[in-house]
């Protein structure tokens, strides 16, 4: 997967592509404040070379791109709705972006966060 011969050559999309291409679908739906990292080794490696695909992971498996994303969401809104959202947006953009289909797209929300403070 991510893979297609033509008659000029290859084509490869590597994982970090399609994460890239979905951690900014994900910054773009409603409700989301940021990502999370997916563990602590991964904040702090993320932290130093500042990746912007930090919180999303993709794997290719066979004919199949599975996404996993860990998002936080804005206090106050509806988390069901959110992921939702984040989910459609993420699957939407990926397969406009490389003309496949995209399997799964999981979203994790790691925690809430307070933006106004009155």
């Known amino acids: 997967m991510g893979e297609e011969t033509t008659s000029l050559g290859g084509i490869h999309v590597s994982p970090n592509a399609v994460a890239t291409i ?10 989301v404040v940021g ?14 070379t500042r990746e912007p ?3 999303i992971s993709v794997h290719y498996k066979d004919d199949e791109i599975h996404i996993e994303i860990n998002v936080i969401v804005e206090y106050g809104t509806r988390i069901n709705s959110v992921a939702e959202s984040v989910a ?8 406009k972006a490389l ?4 399997s799964t797209v999981n979203v994790h929300v790691a925690g809430l966060r307070i933006s106004n403070v009155d």
Do not use: M
Request: proline fraction near 3%; aromatic fraction near 8%.
């Open 88 to 95: 459609n947006t993420v699957r939407f953009h990926v397969e």
């Open 22 to 31: 979905a951690y900014h679908a994900t910054l773009q739906s409603y409700g």
């Open 99 to 102: 003309g496949l289909r995209v």
């Open 35 to 48: 990502l999370a990292p997916k563990n602590l080794a991964d904040g702090i490696v993320s932290t130093i």
């Open 53 to 55: 695909s930090r919180g």
